[in-house]
């Protein structure tokens, strides 16, 4: 009934319901009507409305995001069938816990026989709720005017943009392209860059669509943080569609967000921002021009050194692909992705494919700079660590030293990019067998990058692996362990897991070592552990996975199981064979071993 008609039946009924009475009144829109006839009830009538909007007359109880398990408890309430009920919490997440998202959609769910959780959350992932075919009239008590609806329709109805300013539209509409997380007040300024000027524009909008329940804001450690539902999100997105206009400042905002510079940042404290960039991403599909290229080369910057390299070689390829039919294949822009593609393949053990890459950034580099330029050193050191891990060691080291000869005399000894040229030579004397002058400089390394970065950065945590790994060599097993055990709790620190590469690695080194202290039950764990996170990230080719096969082969040689030994060497081998060949140091290293471990 309307409010008007609500209020003459309280008053007709008021000498049957003497004593206490409530009213629940749900999703009331208009606070005019409800002023004008809900607020001169008898006094022995008390009143409980939910709206979206503030009602200033009345106490404001904030009703948060419905907690996960209330949440099931409302979508297993309207939805009985058993067929995909262990996907319902992955659904809920999906529309971000929206109350009468749920409803709706279990009771839609509950009335098509044709569909269930595992058909609807793929639809939902494919065109969205308000994009959802598959819809069936269903009851709602949200409004007496339309006591049947469908989901999709509904909710586009149920918000109205109509009845917001423009400063009010405008933001939102920026909202609903941002990851649905809880942000403050100075990342929302941040990301959409607004100047000082306009932030008290801001901050009237942004309280508005709160008072309006169009965001969400709330108290998280002493701060106040602003969340919009993504059903909210949605349909903003769906009835504005793509305005790229309106969308160059939160572009800007997350290219600055995630911009590296290698030397001066920690790329862990710009993974936060990753989310940001592929949800919006994500809402715009395949657009793509310039802007949207440098913000997919920053993000797959991020996922180089977070470790997800696949997602950086399909990123990269998407950029290089537009840039070369934007500028050309001779465009200096173009040699710098081919090098971080470069980069990322190497990582996943692609290094023939790397080679080629940087050998042609190179070529590039040096036909726009000449011979002496930053770029064509920076293509020079990442050649270098190629040719590192093709077993082209000579080679590597007059690229590297060259490298660390240019960065010294132009930004001095004591620069970051001279840390990490100290570091690259390091590897590559090691890889020659000289330990001493590897050793001498993955000292000074680690020496300039806690004095550049701290103790906790992630370069640190990289250099005392490096560092551990000359140790092991010289037979210094003590120092080695100590080193591994630092950059361990570095990477903790910073939110690496077993699952990363980074702690994978130094657990490979560690079992190799307990496994010469004869520590065999420890080397197992550790290097278990290894196998099965390298072998996750990388896939089970990949020549880290190679190499640790050959470090649990050596824990089983120790331990006197020399068939089983030689049955894992033949397994790392055939990996080497296939990703670097017959020739690498490698492959003829282990081809070695089982010669002399078969007969025994």
């Not at 008290?200 to 539902?229: A, T």
């Not at 240019?406 to 100290?422: F, N, P, R, V």
Request: some cysteine.
């Amino acid at each position: 009934y309307p409010l008007r008609r609500q209020r003459q039946m309280c008053i007709r009924d008021r000498d049957r319901t003497k004593g206490k009475n409530l009213l629940v009144i749900d999703n009331i829109e208009d606070s005019a009507d409800f002023r004008k006839n809900l607020t001169f009830l008898p006094k022995n009538w008390k009143i409980i409305l939910s709206s979206r909007k503030k009602i200033s007359i009345l106490k404001t109880i904030t009703i948060d995001v419905l907690p996960e398990e209330d949440a099931k408890t409302l979508f297993l309430k309207h939805y009985a069938k058993g067929h995909g009920i262990d996907q319902v919490d992955e659904l809920l997440k999906f529309i971000g816990y929206h109350t009468l998202a749920i409803e709706l959609l279990a009771k839609t769910l509950a009335k098509k026989e044709s569909l269930d959780v595992p058909r609807a959350l793929h639809e939902l992932k494919t065109n969205g709720l308000t994009g959802f075919t598959r819809t069936a009239l269903v009851d709602t008590l949200h409004n007496p005017q339309t006591a049947q609806v469908k989901i999709n329709e509904y909710l586009a109805v149920l918000y109205d943009l109509a009845t917001l300013t423009t400063v009010e539209t405008a933001l939102l509409y920026q909202l609903a392209f941002l990851s649905p997380n809880f942000i403050t007040f100075a990342d929302i300024k941040g990301i959409l860059q607004i100047d000082d000027k306009k932030e008290e524009e801001l901050d009237v909008g942004l309280n508005s669509l709160v008072e309006n329940g169009w965001v969400n804001k709330y108290i998280e450690e002493q701060n106040y943080v602003y969340y919009i539902n993504p059903v909210i999100q949605e349909v903003v997105r769906k009835k504005k569609g793509i305005i790229w206009g309106n969308l160059r400042g939160l572009v800007q905002g997350l290219k600055s967000r995630l911009a590296l510079d290698i030397y001066l940042d920690n790329p862990i404290d710009k993974f936060p921002w990753i989310d940001y960039a592929e949800y919006f991403l994500e809402q715009i599909k395949d657009r793509q021009n310039g802007e949207i290229a440098l913000l997919k080369s920053n993000l797959a910057k991020l996922y180089i050194y977070q470790g997800n390299f696949r997602r950086a070689v399909t990123l990269l390829d998407h950029v290089l692909t537009f840039e070369i039919e934007e500028f050309g294949d001779e465009d200096p822009t173009v040699a710098v992705h081919r090098s971080h593609l470069a980069v990322a393949f190497s990582e996943l053990g692609d290094f023939k494919k790397a080679k080629f890459l940087l050998e042609k950034a190179l070529a590039s580099d040096e036909k726009t700079f000449g011979d002496v330029h930053d770029r064509v050193i920076a293509s020079k050191g990442n050649l270098g660590n190629v040719l590192i891990e093709l077993g082209q060691y000579q080679e590597a080291t007059v690229l590297l030293e060259e490298v660390l000869k240019y960065d010294i005399e132009k930004h001095g000894a004591s620069h970051s990019k001279t840390s990490g040229d100290l570091f690259n030579l390091s590897i590559a004397y090691r890889k020659s067998g000289n330990d001493e002058e590897s050793l001498k400089l993955s000292l000074e390394a680690l020496r300039l990058d806690k004095k550049n970065h701290g103790r906790d950065h992630l370069y640190v945590a990289n250099t005392y692996v490096g560092l551990a790994k000359t140790y092991k060599h010289l037979g210094q097993l003590e120092e080695a362990i100590n080193c591994l055990e630092e950059a361990e709790n570095i990477y903790f620190k910073n939110g690496f897991d077993d699952n990363s590469s980074y702690v994978a690695t130094c657990k490979s080194d560690m079992a190799s070592i307990y496994a010469k202290k004869r520590n065999f039950p420890k080397a197992h764990s550790l290097i278990n552990i290894a196998i099965e996170s390298d072998a996750e990230t990388f896939g089970n080719q990949h020549p880290k996975v190679a190499a640790q096969y050959s470090v649990v082969a050596r824990i089983f040689e120790l331990e006197g199981n020399y068939p089983k030994s030689v049955e894992l060497l033949r397994i790392a081998l055939q990996i080497l064979e296939n990703a670097v060949g017959m020739n690498h140091p490698d492959t003829i290293q282990v081809l070695t071993e089982i010669e002399r471990l078969k007969d025994i």
